[in-house]
């Protein structure tokens, strides 16, 4: 049990000296500085300085905290009121007093720093160090710091001929061209200076564009060249261009009995032959070369053919060709006829004629003639036409023959 009331005591009594701390801590607040941006030597920068969770403050005492030999303090002013507020670039400090106690939460005062000439680009460290003091008669002394960054006023000046600053090679025509670069850092600039010589040209190319021609070649010559250099110069030394060769066309010439390929530079012929004659001529295709496609003989022109397919009337006849064309109807070219019926005293006979050119037939009566007598009983039956018996005879005397011809063939086959 003791021990107990011993680790509650000792805990107590801790507990009591942290809150007692941190109650004095949160009195006092917190500093805090910050500068205003980059700035080059000879410039002037503005740091603040801000104060927060304060309470009860009732006067502070800054002063600003630097290297003498880079900054040079040229001001400071107070921004919050007080019954007091002084600010001594001599002393390099300020102080400000309050009527009571105050809370403060803000930017309480601002100085400047003017970067001395020389200085070196770079971060700085700067400080200020804060004594509050509040109505219950404590005090503290807070601390802050920041970075003052000082860049390069550059200058220039150098000509640094490092491949860094390289702008443009030299070229057959012109030297290197550099950008200056900045005495202090080094850095690039915008403006440049050329360094060294333009090269010497080097004739070492063998162009055979038309420009370096120093005479022209023939199919059997080779052109001569002026060597040139890379950045398309003409030298004064000479080569000899490829082997002399003929410009044979890709495509025959021709005559009415060779074809062969031409040079187009002087007329040099080679492969030459006689055509080689294809399938004849017809009313379709032309008779051409196998080899080289010359027109040996023209397509025939065509010819109508009206015979092979006629058409007439009574009076007239007219072909057609093949190609749809049709003749010019003209008359009929009839024979001598062929008598099919012969007259006879009473009846009048008939003669079939035909037309020479397209077989179209007619029939022709002719009167009856006195000095025949009318003999057979068929004749005189018939109705006055063209012999209706003898036709009606022969036919039935093939119809007989038929049949006979008919039952030797069934009797052999027995
Ligand atoms: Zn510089
Ligand atoms: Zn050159
Ligand atoms: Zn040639
Ligand atoms: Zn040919
Ligand atoms: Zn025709
Ligand atoms: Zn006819």
New binding site residues.
């Given amino acids: 049990m003791k021990k107990r009331i011993l680790f509650t005591l000792i805990f107590s009594l801790l507990l009591s000296v942290f809150l007692s701390i941190s109650a004095l801590a949160a009195q006092h607040g917190t500093l805090s500085l910050s500068a205003s941006g980059a700035v080059k030597a000879g410039d002037t920068v503005t740091l603040s300085v801000k104060l927060t969770g304060a309470e009860s403050i009732d006067g502070i005492a800054v002063t600003p905290i630097y290297d003498e030999t880079k900054f040079e303090l040229t001001g400071g002013s107070w921004k919050v009121n007080g019954v007091i507020t002084d600010f001594s670039v001599d002393t390099k400090d300020g102080v400000i007093a309050f009527a009571e106690g105050t809370a403060v939460n803000t930017t309480i005062l601002t100085f400047t720093l003017k970067v001395k000439s020389g200085v070196e680009a770079g971060a700085y460290t700067v400080g200020c160090s804060a004594e509050v003091s509040s109505t219950d008669k404590a005090k503290s002394t807070l601390n802050a710091e920041t970075q003052v960054k000082v860049s390069c006023s550059h200058s220039f000046t150098v000509k640094n001929t490092d491949s860094k600053y390289l702008k443009s090679a030299a070229t057959c025509s012109s030297a290197a061209t550099y950008y200056y670069s900045c005495s202090k850092c080094g850095e690039k600039g915008t403006t440049t200076f050329k360094s060294g010589s333009a090269l010497t040209h080097t004739f070492d190319q063998k162009n055979t564009a038309e420009k370096y021609i120093h005479t022209a070649g023939t199919c059997t010559k080779a052109a001569v060249y002026y060597y040139s250099c890379k950045c398309g110069s003409k030298g004064s030394e000479t080569f000899v261009g490829a082997d002399p060769d003929h410009r044979y066309a890709e495509t025959?010439s021709?005559d009415k009995d060779?074809?062969w390929l031409e040079c187009s530079a002087c007329g040099e012929r080679k492969d030459q032959?006689?055509?080689?004659p294809g399938p004849e001529a017809t009313e379709d295709s032309a008779q051409v070369?196998?080899?080289?496609?010359?027109e040996i003989a023209p397509a025939i022109a065509h010819q109508h053919d009206f015979t092979k397919h006629w058409y007439s009337d009574d009076a007239t006849h007219w072909g057609k060709c093949g190609c749809e064309e049709e003749s010019q109807p003209t008359a009929h070219t009839w024979d001598n006829g062929k008598v099919v019926s012969e007259p006879t005293a009473k009846k009048q006979g008939a003669v079939v004629y035909t037309c020479t050119d397209c077989g179209r037939t007619k029939l022709e009566y002719t009167d009856p003639d006195p000095s025949k007598s009318d003999r057979t009983s068929s004749e005189k039956d018939g109705d006055g036409s063209f012999g209706i018996g003898a036709l009606v005879g022969v036919l039935g005397g093939i119809l007989v023959g038929a049949v006979g011809v008919y039952l030797t063939l069934v009797k052999r086959k027995k």
């Fill in positions: 025959w021709t060779n074809h032959a006689a055509h080689v070369c196998t080899a080289c496609g010359y």
